[in-house]
């Protein structure tokens, strides 16, 4: 039997679309002599689409299409979709479409859907969708009491540093010792920020991989589980992983979003620079543009680094100088503050004013603003408010400043677009004379150490005993939880991100 | 039995002020000769405190707290705390705290607490966490099986329109249905922006009300339920519901927080003036301060109207145009925007124009800035990120246009403080020459009822069959999501909030 692991990229909400995409990928499984093709969690309505999955217009919509597809599709089919009222498996056969499994639920998907253990088997296999390793187990072993050799586990999981490598050696150890194959067919694409990975594989019941798809891209793999042969699995680095998310993250939500120009600030800072390139590797350098917004805080350096990276990677670059705006919000206030002395009040307007100039640039050209803010600095509340945290898309928004650089060195090595003399320089804000970064924050390494610890905290797996630095640091990290709730949306790159942590920002734990 | 009904505002994680509190409570029920003192849900850690309920150390914390408390409290006590991974009701008497009851959980409570059907009884009571009235009806018949003749029903409801009338009768209707005492004791006071309401109260077993406790005030009252009297309710209007909710919402938040001035844009409308009330209302005149920022679109009306509204109210009024800032940004973008026609970016650059001052001024005073964008503006997406949305707490963000009329008219009635000018007057942004709401919005009264529409549709209760108006106006509030999701906290007023609704930024759905 010949399998086709279908893994595409869809849309959520737009069920026409992904049913579309659903019965192209099923023709071409067709056409290379395929008997079944399987396609990921939810690919119907599309994964992570939140309470659409309440709306029983949409529900009703969906199953609409099923029923369509079920009279379409030219080969044997198993996908996931919305299904009374579940996360479910489907299989379908030029009949109706009947269901195979529904999700064993956590958290908050339970408001989505009810949650069951149905599990049935058909044709030697059996069929769940990925909840994690016990739910797996259990599945691995009602398959076996449905004398299915073959179990279909249907995914849509979202990226995060290590996931990749953990949920394929973890799998492969159930199939080795089950001595059961094993089909994972993961979804492709970002979806508001969290993007899914693919990697999909086939694993034999020795434990090897027979067929293993792309990362972050789309991919249509065959799998025949009666050669028992192995495959060397793609092995990429972890910075390579990184860069991908972050350049699909961006992609996607601009792609399905309708927007084909991107506009961001360029400080000749770090963070700003790889915002750039990732965004000159996602769209191509024509269709991003880079403004210079220098202050009287500016130094040389920043201008000569800012035009360099452009330069560098054939990015256009605005200059937009703002002491003139500057001093007609001073003169405007002047009144109003008089006698009160200069404070970061200053420092806030510069980063507003430059903010809003970006805004109306994207309002009058219709281009996305891309805000550079990185993990350590929003962690921190770092940042300004309408200011430089403005934007449509948070592109760096979870990575850490420590390892920024690490990153920005790979893609370094990849080919040189990222000048070493903003790499080497001291982190600075340049919203007064000679400030640096660690004025005001520790140095990036032990900063990023304590932020993890932090949100560690809320895996409920740790107890977390602080010392006096880290509870002051902590302190600050829950104070900025009113800006990290007004920001965009980013890409998630870390397993315990701000995205997945409902902090209250009125929070009397100290 | 005298039992006293404790209905405290706590603060969300301040375990020691929130056990300081109990202990105030306690003393001074034992003090009117209270045999028990009853507390609402999660009185200790304090409500909504979201995953705080996940750290360990807050979690110990708590657990360390009731210990000391269960030492320490002068009169047996029932209360509601997190314990042992559960939502729970502690009693304490002088011995080590005793869970009675654990809650039956919902959606996202279920990342907090485990869920277990627990209940046990003493005394002749019997105890349970309000969950619903099928919960409700369980726990009534457990109560029975267990010999209690009362059953205390702890929570921390918030307000919506409605639901103090809702909770009020479905509970004293299962009192006389099931010939049972029951004691209601709800939390009170607001926890970013949900408004526990108070209106604690005890019904004997004829659905009689015997005592009844203040709404959105804290309150300590006593029942003694073999007395079979009948106290009249309190009648309260829904526009006085609705006001207090919104006076609460907005002072505990700043009082939370620790603001103690305050500022707002006075553009002369209904908004912000009945948010400047509101902030009157709750903090004094002499802490609120109101700027005026006309451009050359601001009406002669709309200064006068700005002026008598703060003169009516003895709130401080500064004036500070905007055309000199506007200038300016204009000029630095010139050639930028050079052969490109003005369209809403000139708009947007002044509404931000505004925001910037309005933060420029809470940086350098401290105060907390009130957006006041109504629900109606804010699902149309009528409103612009980073200007009139920009700020520290939308206070009437779920208040429909359309009622916000009635409600003034209310307030008026009480004493008279927003013009008769404003509220008569077609609604207005200014932003270009002549401009009305109704030129790209349809008649206030028309747009909430397909906005009702569309946040009904997310209860999973109702198909909704749209016209072509309908359609186009749900394609127009799913588009603004990006928007809401930007904005500062507010308080809720509707059962069906758009803080409730985790709508998708990338959303396929037509």
């Known amino acids: 039997m010949k399998i086709a692991i279908a893994q595409i990229n869809t849309i959520a909400g737009n069920i ?13 499984a067709k056409e290379n002599g395929a008997d079944l093709a399987v396609f990921p969690e939810l690919s119907l309505p599309g994964g992570f689409a939140g309470d659409l999955y309440l709306r029983k217009d949409f529900l009703k919509s969906c199953e609409q299409e099923l029923n369509l597809l079920a009279k379409e599709l030219e080969i044997p089919a198993v996908l996931g979709s919305s299904y009374m009222g579940e996360n479910a498996v489907i299989y379908i056969d030029k009949k109706q479409p009947e269901p195979m499994s529904f999700k064993t639920l956590f958290g908050r998907e339970k408001k989505y859907f009810n949650g069951n253990d149905l599990q049935t088997g058909i044709n030697g296999f059996s069929c769940c969708i990925y909840s994690g390793a016990k739910e797996l187990e259990q599945s691995i ?29 973890e799998i492969a150890e159930y199939a080795k010792n089950f001595s059961i194959n094993i089909i994972f067919v ?3 694409g970002a979806q508001d920020g969290l ?4 990697s999909s594989f086939a694993v034999n019941k020795s434990g090897f991989v027979e067929a293993y798809a792309k990362q972050f891209k789309e991919d249509l793999i065959f799998a025949d589980l009666t050669l028992n042969t192995k495959m060397q699995r793609e092995e990429s680095p972890k910075e390579k992983q990184v860069y991908d998310a972050l350049v699909l993250g961006l992609k996607d939500y601009a792609d399905k979003n309708g927007f084909k120009k991107f506009v961001l600030g360029i400080s000749g800072g770090a963070d700003s620079a790889l915002a750039a390139v990732i965004a ?13 917004m220098p202050s009287e805080f500016t130094s040389r350096r920043s201008r000569d680094d800012a035009g360099l990276l452009c330069k560098m990677n054939n990015i256009r670059l605005l200059d937009i100088p703002i002491n003139n705006i500057f001093k007609s919000f001073k003169s405007a206030l002047l009144n109003t503050f008089k006698g009160v002395k200069t404070d970061v009040t200053e420092e806030n307007l510069q980063s507003r004013i430059r903010g809003m100039l970006l ?23 770092y940042c300004t408010l309408y200011g430089d945290s403005a934007g449509g898309y948070a592109v760096i928004c979870d990575l850490p400043k420590s390892y920024l650089y690490t990153l920005c060195g790979w893609r370094n090595s990849i080919s040189e677009v990222i000048p070493e003399s903003i790499l080497e320089r001291e982190p600075t804000a340049e919203l007064r004379e000679n400030q640096k970064d660690s004025d005001s924050l520790p140095e990036y390494d032990v900063l990023d150490g304590i932020i993890d610890n932090f949100t560690d905290s809320f895996s409920g797996e740790t107890e977390v005993v602080l010392s006096e630095q880290e509870k002051q640091i902590f302190k600050m990290i829950s104070s900025a939880e009113y800006k990290r709730r007004q920001l965009p949306l980013g890409t998630k790159l870390l397993k315990h991100s701000f995205r997945d942590i409902r902090l209250p920002v009125t929070n009397g734990y100290k």
């Open 16 to 28: 026409k679309y992904n049913s579309s995409k659903i019965k192209e990928y099923a023709a071409s």
């Open 141 to 169: 072993k009602k398959a076996a009491e449905l004398a299915a050799d073959t179990l279909l586990v249907l995914a849509n999981e979202p990226f995060y540093i290590g996931v990749i490598e953990e949920l394929t050696e």
């Open 186 to 188: 993961n979804g492709v």
């Open 195 to 198: 993007v899914s990975f693919g």
């Open 280 to 292: 000159k590797d996602a769209f191509g350098a024509s269709n991003v543009t880079g403004i210079f």
């Open 359 to 381: 805004m109306a640039y994207s309002n009058k050209f219709n281009a996305l603003v891309m805000t550079a803010g990185n993990r350590s600095e929003i962690a921190a509340g």
